[in-house]
């Protein structure tokens, strides 16, 4: 057999495994719409009216300080809030406690996360729907696990909006399954929408 011919039947080989390669992985690919589970978590979904109507406190603060603690066997930040204004509950500050955590004071430290999870920085403006139902004494949690927790940025034109991430929680509505979505809104109307709600109870 020639160098020519040799070299020609090793390169149609070649071609047959990298095609064959690639149609395995096309069998095997997931459809675009599917879910993926391991990033996320599962929550009923939330309307807003449905959260006004859950939640004990509605505040908009300042997020003074975060600390983890342990509660059993499960690591919980507790984010202390300064209120700045009010919808429901009169408090000046309060607690949220958002599941997961890290304990730095171990010779290894340990960290617990749970996606989709409702997170509170230090200095972070926030508006939240909290649900008085909480494993920790004296502390709020957040409703419809993060659904009720919305950051307040301001926007290149300078004004106020409220904005919420749920791409890593799966929710479950009356239609079936979906993935989360990113929103903002102005933080003006957002206030009025939940003035309205409030009005209606």
Do not use: H
Not at 11 to 32: D, E, F, M, Y
Request: charged fraction near 20%; glycine fraction near 6%; aromatic fraction near 4%.
């Amino acid at each position: 057999m020639s160098k020519t011919t040799l070299a020609t039947c090793l390169l149609i080989v070649t071609a047959l495994l990298v095609s064959a390669g690639w149609a395995t992985k096309a069998v095997n690919a997931p459809p675009q719409d599917m879910i993926s589970t391991p990033d996320t978590s599962l929550a009923v979904e939330l309307s807003l009216d449905d959260m006004v109507k859950q939640s004990d406190a509605i505040v908009i603060g300042n997020c003074t300080e975060t600390k983890s603690v342990w509660i059993d066997r499960s690591l919980v930040t507790l984010a202390t809030v300064s209120v700045t204004e009010s919808f429901k509950d009169e408090a000046s500050t309060l607690t949220a406690a958002l599941p997961g955590g890290v304990d730095v004071n171990r010779k290894v430290p340990v960290a617990m996360t749970y996606p989709g999870a409702p997170q509170i920085r230090p200095g972070e403006d926030v508006f939240l729907f909290l649900s008085a139902e909480s494993d920790v004494a004296g502390s709020y949690t957040v409703a419809g696990f993060s659904q009720g927790k919305f950051s307040i940025v301001t926007d290149e034109d300078g004004q106020k909006m409220v904005s919420r991430d749920l791409k890593k929680t799966v929710l479950q509505g009356d239609n079936g399954v979906r993935r989360g979505q990113s929103s903002a809104t102005p933080l003006a109307n957002f206030k009025a929408e939940v003035k309205g709600l409030l009005n209606k109870q």
